[in-house]
């Protein structure tokens, strides 16, 4: 009796086991119909039950893990990658997924050593090698990464994946005309392969050739009528000819397919706002930032859409936004980072103005400065929202400064600026598989919201994107631009931040005066190219101040502690008529011309009294000439 309840027993068992095992089959098999049709959270779903069923079903595992890389939910799909690995722990497809995802992660070194024990195991797995030349690259290796390319050549003449890839490591490094030999080969080798036709229709359309990219694309979407690279590009064309409504329509084809990706809600959004539809911009860009919510450049560019719509409807998350800008504000001045923590107040204000508490924040920073004329202004304001007990303080303070130099020749403070000098900030298009949409420009705004706060300095900022260095001259001559700063390119760097190029020309001639690669951090990317800027700025152009006033040897001029300048700095004048021989094609040189030189007498917040110490006896020193910091003798 035992023996035939143990048979039954064991017999039941099997059978369900075999139905259940049945079902997590036909789960599968729907995964991957949805996988093939590009409808991934629809797949996921089926493989998650495929999964619950049978936790050992390898296969469900990958594709699982793949549908959240592609969906680019990276922690999701490191977790499920990992459990399949358990199981099959030397699949090299799983190895590689796995090294892939651990790139999006920032771990290269993990990456590479999982490419390498993959290329150890089987020497003849290509992409193994491709990835890890992929990684070389984003280590700045290229030399080694060139090594990898070559050996595959010389092994794989006619694999058309080897071709393609070194196309595309051409294209890194600025080698157009080899590049285009590799594709053209590649596409001899590969004739029906989208990837190759992917890859035409990007080069022809950064080469602004609109119909041969289009003639490319058709080729794509008979091959694939839903690639999403193809789809980009046909948005790109349509954004480039201004048809942002067929745009927008394409766009939410790929906002179907793919609901949590950076690129396609970032774009979705940008659009939504070229056609004036704040509304569904704001609230596309909100649901990115819940996705990736330490992605800086979404949270810059929501804040920007948010005060540029200025709708009381979004009056919760612009608060939300200003508290999260004030935190991290206060994070930052407790642990000695003053500046940092100054442009994130300075956002908080921005978004919330009559916020009392940011208001009054704010003008403590400044009287940690020393900058007390910005601190009573901001005294002022809080006298104007009812802030309590504040008309003592604006007293104190009013009577403390009232023997300033500022007070005594009644000078405005920060109210005077020069002119001689006009620099002009532009962007060259973007790469577009950048995930930040138009990433270039947003950067060069980032850079001019910083440089506006330079006392002295004349700006300019180009809000459309250029395409030649001929067209940043052009416009420069009808602006008066006397420099240009270009945001060259933006090279990101997984889960690190970003590479910016930048450099600076003299529009007259296109000369070079420098160039400047700027680290910007993941989280704070508009904090790392502000703290750099003022430094760079300098370095090009001279710390210098205007004559506001001349008696005797006796000189005002409009340039203070403030702006870095102690009772120890010495400076030299210029004749203001004199001023373009010293700023050249070439830069600036203040050796030259000199009319007076001169030391402190009395210093100020914004302003210095100068004593005159040497001076050429055929000139008079003028209101309207300019003082620069004594270059050090070498």
């Known amino acids: 009796m035992n023996k035939y309840f143990t048979f039954i027993l064991i017999l039941s068992f099997l059978i369900i086991f075999s139905f259940q095992n049945s079902n997590a089959v036909s789960y599968y098999q729907n995964g991957l119909n949805f996988e093939e049709k590009k409808e991934y959270l629809k797949a996921i779903e089926q493989f998650l039950k495929a999964i619950e069923l049978n936790p050992n079903y390898f296969d469900a595992y990958y594709h699982l893990a793949s549908c959240y890389f592609l969906l680019e939910k990276y922690e999701e799909a490191n977790d499920i990658i990992q459990k399949g690995l358990r199981l099959e722990y030397e699949d090299n497809p799983s190895l590689l997924l796995y090294a892939k995802i651990l790139i999006k992660l920032g771990d290269l070194a993990k ?30 290796k290229i030399s080694e990464a060139f ?48 990837a190759v036709f992917e890859e035409l229709s ?5 080469k602004n050739d609109i119909p041969q990219t289009e003639e490319f694309l058709q080729r794509l979407f008979e091959l694939d009528p839903k690639n999403p690279q193809g789809l980009f590009i046909k948005a790109y064309i349509l954004i480039k000819l201004d048809k942002f409504e067929e745009a927008s329509n394409i766009l939410q084809k790929l906002y179907e397919i793919y609901p949590t990706r950076l690129n396609v809600l970032w774009l979705n959004s940008y659009l939504a706002e070229k056609l004036n539809n704040y509304d569904k911009a704001i609230k596309l ?36 936004l200003a508290e999260y800008n004030f935190k991290w504000a206060n994070f930052f001045f407790s642990n000695g980072f003053s500046l940092k923590g100054e442009i994130l107040l300075r956002r908080a204000v921005r978004l919330m103005p009559m916020n009392t508490n940011y208001r009054w924040t704010l003008s403590e920073m400044f009287r940690s400065r020393k900058a007390y004329f910005k601190q009573l202004e901001q005294y002022n304001i809080l006298k104007d929202l009812g802030y309590s007990g504040i008309s003592t303080k604006i007293d104190v303070l009013t009577y403390s400064l009232r023997n300033s130099l500022e007070n005594k020749y009644k000078i405005k403070p920060y109210s005077i600026t020069d002119s001689f000098v006009t620099l002009g900030i532009f962007a060259m298009p973007s790469n577009f598989r950048e995930d930040h949409y138009n990433i270039n420009l947003i950067f060069s705004q980032m850079l001019f919201d910083k440089l506006a706060s330079i006392y002295g300095i004349n700006l300019y900022l180009h809000n459309e994107n250029i395409d030649s260095l001929e067209q940043i001259a052009k416009i420069s001559k009808e602006k008066n631009i006397d420099y240009a700063i270009i945001i060259d390119n933006i090279e990101p760097v997984p889960r690190n931040g970003y590479r910016i ?38 370095s090009i152009i001279p710390c210098r101040g205007k004559v506001l006033d001349a008696v005797g040897s006796t000189v005002l001029v409009n340039i203070g502690y403030i702006n870095g300048i102690t009772k120890d700095t010495e400076f030299i004048i210029i004749n203001k008529n004199q001023l373009k021989k010293n700023f050249n094609s070439f830069g600036f040189n203040t050796e030259i011309g000199v009319m007076a030189t001169a030391k402190i007498k009395e210093l100020s917040e914004t302003c210095a009294l100068l004593e005159i110490t040497k001076k050429d006896i055929y000139s008079k020193v003028n209101i309207g000439d300019f003082v620069f910091i004594a270059p050090k003798k070498k």
């Open 147 to 194: 090594d990898i390319y070559s050996k595959l050549l010389r092994r794989y003449p006619d694999d058309w994946k080897v071709n393609l890839y070194l196309y595309k490591f051409y294209q890194n490094i600025g080698k157009d005309k080899e590049s285009l030999i590799y594709l053209r080969k590649a596409l001899d080798l590969a004739p029906y392969e989208p």
């Open 285 to 320: 860009l909100s649901s990115t930032l819940t996705l990736f919510p330490y992605d800086e450049m979404v949270r810059f560019y929501l804040e920007e859409l948010i005060i540029k719509a200025n709708q009381m409807q979004f009056y919760d998350l612009r608060s939300q």
């Open 202 to 206: 990007y080069y022809y359309f950064n």
């Open 501 to 538: 190029y930048t450099k600076m020309i003299n529009p007259d001639n296109l000369y070079t005066l420098d160039t400047k690669i700027f680290y910007a951090s993941l989280d704070f990317p508009i904090l790392e190219i502000s703290l750099y800027s003022k430094e760079y700025i300098n």
């Open 111 to 140: 990456a590479e050593g999982i490419c390498d024990s993959i290329i150890n195991r089987n020497p003849t797995f290509l992409d193994a090698y491709f990835l890890k030349a992929e990684i070389k690259i984003y280590q700045s």
